[in-house]
């Protein structure tokens, strides 16, 4: 089936119809998609708002399901954390309390980071919008702009247990600092903090330095079968530890930046001396946090809205649709 033009007009004054159709067609796109992206904007702006540092914060229940080995809960206000009390029983150590030190808040790297992602992603959309841009400069913004929102679905959704080929053994130099805790933790313990799921996730893990001589009693125990090492899996891996924590202010992300005059700390780059150890015991917590559980749905549709904005400026441009 053809289509024919009727009266035939040139090569030459088609190909001049053809421009000028898409002109028109671009530029009342620009127009519909003004729109959008305001409405885009504003949406971001109200998702945003789920991470802004409103006091009292949101109260999340830290605790181990079905049974005493972890219980109590943490404040969450923007990023930080900024008090908790954890009761800790573990196998392997004596009963003790976390306690979080009111004057060294901890500052979770990636609610860090999604707060800078966010925050981009308003700037670009607010400059998108200010006036009507080139089509290619709109293109290019609007690619950014999915690259920071893709980013953020990543940092919330976190990375699954076990995934990839070699266990994320970032805790090693990126644990909350001993004086974060009151009284702070010696060397033994290992706190660290991060997201999975649009949930808050704790892991706890109980440390000895791997060259600390086993008793004659223990390794009769465990030849003969009376005791048994407990099983995870980080056991009989020996992993260089930061025991005093992160540097001040550094960052487990590229785009993370820690608060100037921030106490206490993120979790990054350690510092001090590292010792080799071996995990004894290792107990992982989730706690849901309805902010972020929304956070995480709002993401999602903004990500959709988006693609098919790029997708629809892409076809009427004449461009591959190229988009993730």
């Known amino acids: 089936m053809s289509v024919a033009i009727w009266p035939p007009i040139a090569p030459e004054q088609l190909k001049i119809e053809e421009d000028a159709t898409q002109a028109r067609e671009l530029n009342w796109l620009l127009t519909n998609l003004h729109t959008t992206l305001r409405t885009l904007k504003t949406s971001l702006e109200e998702t945003?708002?789920?991470?802004?540092?409103?006091?009292?914060?949101?109260?999340?229940?830290?605790?181990?399901?079905?049974?005493?080995?972890?219980?109590?809960?943490?404040?969450?206000?923007?990023?930080?954390?900024?008090?908790?009390?954890?009761?800790?029983?573990?196998?392997?150590?004596?009963?003790?309390?976390?306690?979080?030190d009111a004057a060294h808040v901890v500052h979770v790297p990636e609610l860090t980071t999604l707060n800078t992602l966010l925050t981009q992603s308003i700037d670009l959309?607010?400059?998108?919008?200010?006036?009507?841009?080139?089509?290619?400069?709109?293109?290019?913004?609007?690619?950014?702009?999915?690259?920071?929102?893709s980013e953020a679905v990543g940092l919330v959704k976190g990375k699954e247990p076990g995934e990839g080929s070699q266990a994320d053994t970032r805790w090693t130099s990126c644990s909350v600092p001993p004086e974060c805790f009151n009284p702070p933790l010696d060397g033994?313990?290992?706190?660290?903090?991060?997201?999975?799921?649009?949930?808050?996730?704790?892991?706890?893990?109980?440390?000895?330095?791997?060259?600390?001589?086993?008793?004659?009693?223990?390794k009769l125990a465990l030849a003969?079968?009376?005791?048994?090492?407990?099983?995870?899996?980080?056991?009989?891996?020996?992993?260089?530890?930061?025991?005093?924590g992160l540097d001040e202010g550094a960052g487990s992300v590229s785009r993370e930046r820690a608060p100037a005059g921030a106490r206490g700390g993120g979790m990054g780059k350690g510092r001090g001396t590292e010792i080799q150890v071996f995990v004894r015991e290792k107990v992982r917590i989730e706690s849901a946090d309805p902010s972020l559980m929304s956070l995480s749905s709002k993401l999602g549709a903004l990500g959709s809205v988006l693609a098919l904005a790029r997708r629809n400026l892409a076809v009427v441009m004449g461009e591959d649709v190229e988009l993730e």
């Open 188 to 218: 033994s313990m290992s706190v660290y903090f991060t997201l999975q799921d649009a949930a808050l996730v704790m892991y706890l893990r109980a440390l000895e330095p791997a060259d600390a001589p086993v008793n004659f009693g223990t």
């Open 125 to 149: 959309l607010a400059l998108c919008v200010s006036e009507r841009p080139d089509p290619r400069f709109l293109r290019d913004q609007l690619r950014l702009l999915a690259d920071y929102l």
């Open 224 to 244: 003969i079968g009376t005791a048994r090492r407990l099983e995870h899996d980080e056991a009989d891996r020996v992993f260089g530890y930061c025991p005093e």
């Open 48 to 100: 945003y708002a789920l991470l802004a540092p409103i006091d009292p914060g949101s109260t999340l229940v830290v605790s181990t399901p079905r049974h005493e080995t972890v219980k109590g809960h943490i404040t969450r206000v923007g990023t930080r954390l900024i008090k908790g009390n954890i009761a800790v029983k573990l196998r392997t150590q004596p009963p003790f309390t976390l306690t979080l």
